[in-house]
């Protein structure tokens, strides 16, 4: 017996007979659909399928596929030699009633942007809501300061703090080394090299330590506040501690804020010490300006206010980017894909709301005169 | 004598110090429904997992479709793993694609058929397991428990296996619709020659659908055979199983 699917066709008189024989089964049949594909009979086909030695659902499929379009075209299409486990396989598969469904059409692209933005626009409604919602049970805990889940509150300060602190250093060094190199050429054109103690000094305290820090801790801390939320969403974690009475925002949300908070001015304030360090090793090696003498000018150099106002931004950036990654791990829903999505949204969204607040902050300030 | 399709000897699973299974063995052959019972952390479940190449075992031999489990090179396995369909507990359907496309996926990957006829055999399959057509264009999250395992379904039977596994087929559902699911299964065994490997705790299913079975307990296998014979067993594992005497199944 044959181990491949056959099928040979024969022409009598306008009426085309298809010998099949072989095993109509999967591995099979293309090229079986490739002869059929080409096939143009002229009025009426007759299947002798008697030869059959094995036929699976796919065989049957293929026979109906080619059965409808000819049978579409005004040809008879035939059927001889049928045996009684071809004909219980097809009851089997076309018993029930194929419903032709129609899919579903594409909407217009009016459609989908109206879409986007009532979704965005909602999304900020609930972000609102969510704040809202965190601060009333803020509330409750420091009225309730038992309620205050310290323990959790010390964990994240290490997860997010400690274990931040080589990465941070790394890319503080770095800004260092950059702004240094950048700023010493500019420099030396003027003789002014002693200036780059003031442009490092002022510049890394005040904007970029926070800002590299910032951004170092949205990728790395708050990623990981929405994946650690948005699993617990889908295991069906949250509801289990809402029904024992555990409010989400007292166990989950308000610890990874306060320890965010806590933690944020004391890493830019690492950040500061590193990314200086970084330009005063440049100096060095590019101009000559030893330790002592860079420190020395340093003192005069670097007002309080500078550093203050880099420390500041600490507990804020930290707000930001602390909310909108626990509440996009809320959104999560129980499918795997919308962890990465939510993880994606929480690090955009972060980011951007840190540089908006920055710039927030720097019209404010000069606002002020500061 | 028939065909044997899966054949176990002395295999021995430990997880660190802890032995799941210790020396067991089991037959399972062509066109019949199996079943791998015990109670929960018997390692019927382990067992299942060893069989569809999941997990290792320590030692003993595993033969599934003429294959040594233990010596198959990587391209036999890919071989043998289109031979059969498996059915997870929780459907395992992949999140990210539609019904449709989760069965034509395997179509797409393992044959070169025309758009035109996949989209017929999707049709097929889905109509095979009783979902209604416009499940094909719903995603994963979507679909309620039971269309889940019927999708499910329909996607280990994608390729006409000859081997089917099924991990709890009748979990979560509503007495009504196990009651389909097994009739359905039954049906597909006898039409498409199929053998059915599962792990079950339904004893309506374990009453009516299931040929022979082995019973998992104490790192052993209790006892296999068919329900008749080993309800004649006096065994404490066997009278808890099926709590004879009481109100569960009579012989």
């Known amino acids: 017996m044959s181990n491949n699917a056959v099928i040979t066709i024969e022409d009598h008189d306008g009426e085309t007979l298809l010998r099949c024989s072989g095993s109509w089964t999967i591995p099979h049949l293309s090229t079986i659909e490739s002869k059929l594909s080409r096939l143009r009979p002229d009025s009426s086909v007759i299947w002798d399928v008697s030869d059959i030695s094995e036929l699976d659902s796919a065989g049957i499929a293929l026979w109906h596929l080619y059965h409808r379009a000819f049978e579409k075209e005004g040809i008879t299409s035939e059927l001889i030699g049928v045996n009684e486990t071809h004909s219980k396989l097809y009851s089997l598969l076309y018993s029930s009633t194929n419903d032709t469904f129609i899919p579903p059409a594409h909407p217009s692209w009016l459609y989908s942007l109206g879409k986007r933005s009532y979704t965005n626009m909602q999304g900020v409604v609930q972000f609102i809501t969510f704040l809202g919602e965190a601060f009333v049970l803020l509330f409750y805990t420091l009225s309730h300061p038992s309620k205050i889940r310290y323990r959790s509150i010390v964990a994240h300060i290490f997860s997010t703090g400690t274990a931040a602190l080589p990465i941070i250093a790394v890319s503080a060094f770095l800004i260092g080394v950059v702004i240094a190199y950048q700023s010493i050429v500019q420099l030396q054109k003027f003789g002014a090299d002693i200036f780059i103690v003031d442009t490092i000094g002022i510049s890394l305290t005040r904007e970029l330590a926070p800002l590299i820090t910032a951004i170092v801790v949205a990728g790395r801390s708050g990623s990981a506040f929405t994946a650690q939320i948005g699993a617990m969403k889908m295991t069906q974690e949250i509801d289990a501690m809402k029904t024992m009475g555990f409010d989400p925002f007292i166990f989950l949300v308000w610890p990874r804020v306060i320890a965010l908070m806590i933690v944020m001015p004391l890493l830019i304030f690492f950040a500061d010490i590193i990314g200086i360090f970084g330009g005063m090793v440049i100096a060095q090696a590019q101009s000559n300006l030893s330790f002592t003498e860079f420190i020395h000018r340093l003192q005069g150099a670097l007002a309080l206010k500078h550093y203050m106002i880099g420390i500041i931004k600490g507990p804020f950036f930290a707000f930001l980017i602390a909310m909108v990654s626990t509440f996009r791990g809320f959104q999560v829903s129980s499918n795997t894909e919308s962890i990465g999505f939510y993880t994606t949204k929480s690090v955009v969204n972060s980011i951007f709301l840190v540089i908006a607040c920055d710039a927030l902050f720097s019209i404010l300030l000069t606002e002020l005169k500061l | ?251």
């Open chain 2, 1 to 251: 004598m028939r065909k044997v399709i899966i054949e176990g000897r002395d295999i021995v699973t430990a997880f660190g110090d802890t032995i799941i299974h210790d020396h067991i063995s089991c037959t399972i052959y062509e066109n019949e429904i199996y079943a791998l019972l015990g109670g929960s952390g018997s390692g019927k479940s382990t067992l299942l997992r060893e069989m569809i190449l999941l997990q290792s075992y320590q030692s003993g031999t595993l033969n599934v479709l003429g294959y040594d489990l233990a010596a198959i090179t990587p391209l036999q396995a890919q071989k043998l793993r289109t031979q059969w369909g498996v059915l997870f507990q929780s459907g395992a359907l992949y999140s990210s694609l539609s019904v449709g496309e989760n069965i034509a996926m395997l179509y797409r990957e393992y044959t070169d058929l025309s758009p035109k006829l996949i989209d017929e055999l999707v049709a097929l399959k889905i109509d095979l397991v009783g979902l209604p057509q416009h499940a094909r264009y719903l995603f994963p999250s979507e679909l309620s428990g039971g269309m889940i395992k019927r999708a499910a379904l329909a996607r280990a039977l994608a390729l006409d296996p000859k081997l089917l596994f099924l991990d709890e087929p009748t979990s979560g559902l509503d007495p009504l619709s196990s009651r389909q699911f097994d009739a359905l299964i039954r049906q597909l065994r006898d039409l498409l020659g199929l053998t059915i490997v599962m792990v079950t705790h339904d004893l309506d299913t374990i009453h009516h659908s299931i040929d022979r079975f082995a019973l998992l307990g104490d790192k052993k296998v209790i006892a296999e055979g068919r329900l008749s014979e080993v309800l004649q067993i006096d065994h404490p594992i066997v009278d808890y199983f099926f709590q004879k005497g009481s109100y569960g199944i009579q012989g």
